[in-house]
């Protein structure tokens, strides 16, 4: 079965660049949440879209900023990175929407960004 | 604010045991539960989902519950193997959103 896809799955970025993450929903999910997971953390909620429009957002960066295409896709853009952005970036998918219809999530396997 | 909680923080048993982990939310106006399972520097693979209408849901050797009223759920791992060992977190839905906030996760070392 088809699973969420992120890319790149490592990311090795300097202080102050930017970066660009990539996630591609499981067929057919109209739903896209990313969430961080520095080390030794659980994961953090950063933002989400259900059919192209923001429906949630956590505690996201005013640095961060995302969207979702017209093909479901979507991609968090990241700029002026400090270290402590180096965490792994999830993102998850699913169908339904905003609550309370509320579906699974299925989530991908992470984009890996280290800031040096 | 919704916080989710996990006990224990680490877990470790012998190879064959049943087990259970424990997972309390603060706030019961929840719409689902999912637990996941994490190994180290991995994804989240979704292991269970029990909606807020549900009591109880099973797959496999893995059994979880759900009480809302009193904020609670518990996986329950039958005949543990050393391939269970792994991090096991709890997630709820908060009020108002979609998002999924996360307890701090049970690490589990099942021994051979």
């Known amino acids: 079965a088809a699973g969420v896809i992120q890319s790149p799955r490592h990311l090795i970025k300097e202080k102050r660049e930017t970066a660009t993450l990539k996630c591609y929903p499981i067929?057919?999910?109209?739903?896209v949440y990313w969430y961080q997971q520095g080390p030794g953390q659980d994961p953090q909620f950063l933002i989400s879209f259900y059919e192209k429009m923001q429906s949630d957002k956590g505690s996201i960066p005013d640095r961060f900023s995302a969207q979702q295409f017209s093909d479901y896709h979507s991609e968090l853009n990241m700029s002026s990175l400090e270290l402590g952005d180096s965490a792994l970036y999830f993102c998850?998918?699913?169908?339904?929407?905003?609550?309370?219809?509320?579906?699974?999530?299925?989530f991908g396997p992470g984009t890996r960004l280290t800031v040096t | 604010k919704q916080e989710v909680t996990q006990i224990p923080a680490a877990l470790s048993v012998p190879e064959g045991e049943n087990l259970v982990l424990n997972c309390s939310f603060t706030?019961?106006?929840?719409?689902?539960l999912q637990w996941f399972r994490q190994d180290p520097g991995k994804g989240l693979t979704s292991l269970l989902l029990?909606?807020?209408?549900?009591r109880e849901q099973t797959s496999g050797r893995l059994n979880a519950s759900l009480d809302k009223s009193s904020g609670r759920s518990t996986l329950y791992i039958a005949a543990s193997q050393p391939g269970d060992s792994a991090t096991y977190l709890c997630a709820v839905n908060s009020p108002g959103g979609s998002r999924l906030t996360f307890g701090e996760g049970t690490q589990l070392t099942v021994n051979p």
């Open positions: 067929p057919r999910h109209d739903t």
């Open positions: 706030d019961s106006a929840i719409y689902n």
């Open positions: 998850a998918s699913s169908t339904g929407g905003v609550a309370p219809i509320s579906y699974e999530q299925y």
């Open positions: 029990i909606q807020s209408s549900q």
